[in-house]
Nanobody, 125 residues
Framework: QVQLVESGGGLVQTGGSLRLSCVPS????????MGWFRQTPGKEREFVSAITWTRGITFYTDSVKGRFTISRDNAKNTVYLQMNSLSPEDTGVYYC??????????????????WGQGTQVTVSS
């Protein structure tokens, strides 16, 4: 069993920054990649970014390229999402996800195996 705990969400003005953190615990030795998704009411969970655990290969959805940076600290067993130049369109609940079923990065929520409880990010205009 793997638990994921996110932190770092909050309220920020347009143009501001936030850094999200996600700490997996439990049987994490089969982690192949970690991802961040976001969701707003009435919409499906949307892929934001992902990183492979061993080599640190990253991938971003087009709307956050150049503004968001995903990283991981293997020593601390933590994955981060640095979010800069935030806009109201970035508002949502952000979820951390772990993929252990296969190698590689996936952008579909159904391809991930474990999820955190989510952290709210609100960007005011």
């Amino acid at each position: 069993q793997v638990q994921l705990v996110e932190s770092g969400g909050g309220l920020v003005q347009t143009g501001g920054s936030l850094r999200l953190s996600c700490v997996p615990s439990g049987r994490t030795f089969t982690t192949y990649s970690m991802g961040w998704f976001r969701q707003t009411p009435g919409k499906e969970r949307e892929f934001v970014s992902a990183i492979t655990w061993t080599r640190g290969i990253t991938f971003y959805t087009d709307s956050v390229k150049g503004r968001f940076t995903i990283s991981r600290d293997n020593a601390k067993n933590t994955v981060y999402l640095q979010m800069n130049s935030l806009s109201p369109e970035d508002t949502g609940v952000y979820y951390c996800a772990r993929r252990s079923r296969a190698l590689g990065i996936a952008t579909q929520a159904s391809e991930y195996d474990d999820w955190g409880q989510g952290t709210q990010v609100t960007v005011s205009s």
